[in-house]
Antibody, heavy 121, light 107 residues
Framework: QLQLQESGPGLVKPSETLSLTCTVSGGSISSNNYFWGWIRQPPGKGLEWVASIDYRGNTYYNPSLNGRVTISVDTSKNQFSLKLRSVTAADTAIYYC?????????????WGQGTLVTVSS | EIVMTQSPATLSVSPGEGATLSCRASQSVSSSLAWYQQKPGQAPRLLIYGASIRVSSIPVRFSGSGSGTEFTLTISSLQSEDFAVYYCQQYDNWPLTFGGGTKVEIK
């Protein structure tokens, strides 16, 4: 059973880069069954998909982030990562890592517990 | 980008009553539609995918229907643990998009 856990700084200064890592356990990140990804949720607001990467390394990004985001996989550590550049207060959110699709069925499951990232000086 | 619109924003229901939540897509998403439940302080939980396929661990009182642009999540008899926010999400096209959510509250 797959489990995901986010890690990274909880506070980032404006204009700097937000960097988060998701550690996957219970399965291989190299499996051709999975698409991996990040979703965020500003406090008290709704969900926004941020980025995904498939087992071939193809990446998919939310255009609303204006090219500021990069998702990557580290197979040696069974992890995938998110980098969001030039952050502002609007990027303050709970960031969830998740399995976006598995076994040909999409529907985001499972999710990590989420990590709150605050952008503030 | 496909815009997902959920209604109503808030639904007040008494325990034991049924609830019907709606989700509309700005263009057809076929059956590429998922529903999630989110409780305060928790990550969302997948309930339904493929518009009507219930996740095995989800109680049978949850059911999904629809295709194309109109979708419905029905909770047949609300239990105390069902009061939460529900989101729909399309995965027919990138970018993946979510509806704004429906909060189901105790009447």
């Amino acid at each position: 059973q797959l489990q995901l856990q986010e890690s990274g700084p909880g506070l980032v200064k404006p204009s700097e880069t937000l960097s988060l890592t998701c550690t996957v356990s219970g399965g291989s990140i190299s499996s051709n069954n999975y698409f991996w990804g990040w979703i965020r949720q500003p406090p008290g607001k709704g969900l926004e998909w941020v980025a995904s990467i498939d087992y071939r390394g193809n990446t998919y990004y939310n255009p609303s982030l204006n090219g500021r985001v990069t998702i990557s996989v580290d197979t040696s550590k069974n992890q995938f990562s998110l980098k969001l550049r030039s952050v502002t207060a609007a990027d303050t959110a709970i960031y969830y890592c998740a399995v976006i699709c598995s076994g040909g069925s999409c529907g985001i499951d499972p999710w990590g517990q989420g990590t709150l990232v605050t952008v503030s000086s | 980008e496909i815009v997902m619109t959920q209604s109503p924003a808030t639904l007040s229901v008494s325990p034991g009553e049924g609830a019907t939540l709606s989700c509309r897509a700005s263009q057809s998403v076929s059956s590429s539609l998922a529903w999630y439940q989110q409780k305060p302080g928790q990550a969302p939980r997948l309930l339904i995918y493929g518009a009507s396929i219930r996740v095995s661990s989800i109680p049978v009182r949850f059911s999904g229907s629809g295709s194309g642009t109109e979708f419905t999540l029905t909770i047949s008899s609300l239990q105390s643990e069902d009061f939460a926010v529900y989101y729909c999400q399309q995965y027919d096209n990138w970018p993946l998009t979510f509806g704004g959510g429906t909060k189901v509250e105790i009447k």
